[in-house]
């Protein structure tokens, strides 16, 4: 006799599921470079597209995908340096740097926590970690470096909701480049 | 130690890449980059990816082309029709307004007024941008080996852009006009207010240090002022699109950009700006009435019938007070015979021959000082001023006890009638004093 199975067993975090998910290496070091360049290409064309932050995304997603902090350190810095490396002159390489290894180690400690496959879990993740991508980099620039930078939560907010929409539609993307 | 180290791997990771970014932003800080020096970094990461973004574009342009030149040609015949329509009608403009152009550059040329001139221009494809809010530089597809330099002018026909910070081999940086680091010097082309245009953290433009007491309306357009000798005098800017009081006595103007800056996709990078006298080779002889409309004092525009024809009002000063009323782009009447009429409203007309802050007065001066040294009561007969009957470099003092302005003394002398060897200007007229 078989137990009926639960409605809601499949939301609940199962040892299998909360196993680190393997990638293909290539993936591993393409996304993040796809995703700086869409960044950097599409936002020359659509301006307001500079609301979005891809390459943070790209961060998020394979550190709560991969479940370990140094792993997800090492990608932040990564793409964090190379978003540093495409500002200007008086945008100091470290700011993005900074910013992105923090929100990789977050999110990892944090995937090892809480089930990261739920598009609800998913979209507040998304919100939660721009807004402290977002207040990070204001504490890097006004703090360490003070530069003018200027804090608006409305405008913080209204972009964390966008990148939480688009990135849902990203995170169900980059999950066909699971292996596991 | 061991079980330590094991422990707190992931915070020392953590600690360590932190520690090491920030290092990297000390040395940063306390050595900024040399003017032209550029982190390696950034050379690899524009380098690699500036090849893709290249194919991307031409790419896309390839396809574009090959959609409007062979397959989308709906209209065209009619559009045809109406572009052959305007450009007749521009036919007949251009000569109306080659005249009026040719005036300003002979008067350019007898005051020695040198001009900044787009002498060279380097056509580029903006492909790219730094991808983030807080920084709004755009990448276009040339560089160092097509001539393009750090501080160089980038425009478009509609407006300017921003200007070069970094030039790779075969990329360049623009900064543009509406980030937070860009100044611009610019003026407003009507009330010749000179400011310092700003980009925001918001990608808003400003128009900053007006006082708040200057009049300045929205709609008014903005150009640049040359001031920072990166932009070229007299290129528009933007529009005034709302007006506030701001910190300080200062007016917050903000400017709507001509340019569109959040789409563009060609632009032209300046680079070489020539500043040199206005060619009059294939102008023609120069006009006596040009000339002698330096020479002597002028008299306002339209004379007041009635008037007491003193001259004194007007010496010197009919420029100074004509000059902020007309606007610039104003109809200079050709082939007038009035001297002192054309001179004054062609330096008017012509922007870069009014400065801002100064009366055009100041930027078109006489040749002779005398004109326009306060007027001194004189025994002798008046030259009436706007007549061309002074010999050119003669003495042109006006007296107060002129005959009225209104009632010419002598006839002009036929406008185009050319200064040179073959026809020497006429021995000076002089119009009787009416006894006092």
Same mark, same amino acid.
């Given at each position: 006799?078989t ?13 299998e ?49 991969r ?6 350190? $090492? *990608?932040?810095? &990564? !793409? #964090?340096? =190379?978003?540093?490396? @495409? %500002? ?5 390489i470290?700011?993005?740097? $900074? *910013?992105?290894? &923090? !929100? #990789?180690? =977050?999110?990892?400690? @944090? %995937? ?7 598009p609800?879990t998913?979209?507040?993740? &998304?919100? #939660? ?5 977002? %207040? ?12 003018p ?10 972009a ?15 999950d ?5 | ?16 890449i ?57 209209g ?19 000569t109306?307004?080659s ?11 007898l ?7 787009i ?61 937070q ?23 808003t ?24 000798r ?14 506030e ?6 007016l ?18 300046v ?7 206005p ?8 006009r ?15 004379p ?31 082939g007038?015979g ?10 008017v ?26 007027p ?55 119009a ?5």
């Amino acid at each position: 006799m078989t137990a009926p199975a639960m409605p809601f067993r499949e939301s609940l975090t199962s040892r299998e599921q909360a196993a680190a998910h393997q990638f293909n290496w290539l993936a591993i070091l393409l996304v993040p470079l796809v995703a700086i360049f869409v960044q950097a290409f599409f936002t020359a064309q659509l301006s307001w597209l500079a609301v979005l932050d891809l390459p943070m995304m790209v961060v998020v997603f394979f550190a709560v995908a991969r479940r370990n902090p140094v792993a997800g350190c $090492i *990608t932040g810095a &990564i !793409v #964090g340096l =190379l978003q540093d490396a @495409l %500002g200007g002159p008086a945008h100091l390489i470290g700011m993005y740097g $900074i *910013t992105d290894t &923090i !929100v #990789g180690y =977050l999110a990892s400690s @944090l %995937g090892l926590k809480i089930d990261v496959d739920h598009p609800g879990t998913r979209f507040l993740i &998304i919100y #939660g970690f721009f807004v402290i991508h977002q %207040g990070v980099y204001y504490g890097v620039g006004r703090g360490l470096l003070r530069q003018p930078l200027s804090w608006s939560w409305s405008h913080v907010a209204v972009a964390a909701l966008a990148n939480a929409i688009v990135g849902l539609l990203v995170f169900r993307f980059l999950d066909r480049f699971r292996q596991r | 130690m061991d079980s330590i180290l094991g422990r707190y791997r992931n915070l020392i990771v953590l600690a360590a890449i932190l520690f090491a970014q920030i290092i990297a932003l000390a040395i940063q800080v306390r050595r900024p980059a040399q003017d032209g020096e550029i982190r390696l970094i950034r050379i690899w990461a524009v380098g690699a990816l500036t090849p893709f973004e290249k194919a991307v574009i031409h790419t896309q342009q390839w396809a574009r082309n090959g959609w409007n030149g062979y397959l989308y040609l709906r209209g065209v015949r009619r559009e045809n029709r109406q572009l052959h329509a305007d450009i007749e009608r521009m036919k007949l403009e251009q000569t109306r307004l080659s005249e009026d152009a040719n005036m300003a550059r002979r008067i350019q040329a007898l005051l020695a007024f040198k001009e900044q001139y787009i002498d060279k221009t380097v056509a580029a494809q903006v492909i790219g941008t730094s991808g983030s809010e807080q920084s709004r530089l755009l990448y276009i597809d040339k560089g160092s080996n097509d001539g393009v330099r750090p501080d160089m002018a980038v425009i478009t026909p509609t407006g300017i852009v921003g200007k070069i910070v970094q030039a790779s081999p075969n990329s360049a940086q623009v900064l543009p006009i509406n980030d937070q680091l860009s100044g611009v010097g610019a003026a407003l082309k009507d009330s010749r207010l000179q400011g310092i245009l700003k980009g925001a953290p918001n990608g808003t433009t400003t128009l900053q240090y007006i006082m708040s007491d200057e009049p300045v309306r929205p709609g008014e357009p903005v150009i640049t002022s040359g001031g920072d000798r990166i932009f070229p005098k007299g290129l528009p800017v933007g529009t005034v699109a709302s007006v506030e009081p701001g910190k300080d006595l200062f007016l917050n103007i903000r400017v709507i950009p001509s340019a569109r800056l959040e789409r563009l996709e060609e632009v032209l990078v300046v680079t070489k700006i020539e500043e040199k006298l206005p060619d009059t080779k294939d102008l023609g002889p120069i006009r006596a009435s040009d000339i002698l409309s330096q020479r002597l004092p002028g008299v306002p525009a339209t004379p007041v019938a009635g008037a007491s024809g003193t001259v004194s009002g007007t010496t010197g000063t009919a420029a100074n007070s004509a000059a902020p009323r007309a606007t610039p782009g104003a109809a200079v009447p050709s082939g007038t015979g009035k001297a002192q009429t054309s001179t004054s409203q062609t330096a008017v007309a012509n922007p870069s021959a009014t400065r801002s802050g100064a009366s055009s007065a100041t930027a078109i001066k006489p040749a002779n000082p005398n004109a326009t040294a306060p007027p001194k009561p004189s025994p002798n007969p008046a030259v009436k001023p706007g007549n061309a009957t002074a010999p050119a470099g003669t003495s042109a003092t006006p007296d107060s006890n002129a005959t009225p302005a209104t009632k010419p003394a002598v006839r002009n002398p036929p406008a185009n009638a050319p200064l040179d060897e073959t026809n020497p200007p006429p021995p000076p007229k002089t119009a009787e004093t009416p006894p006092q």
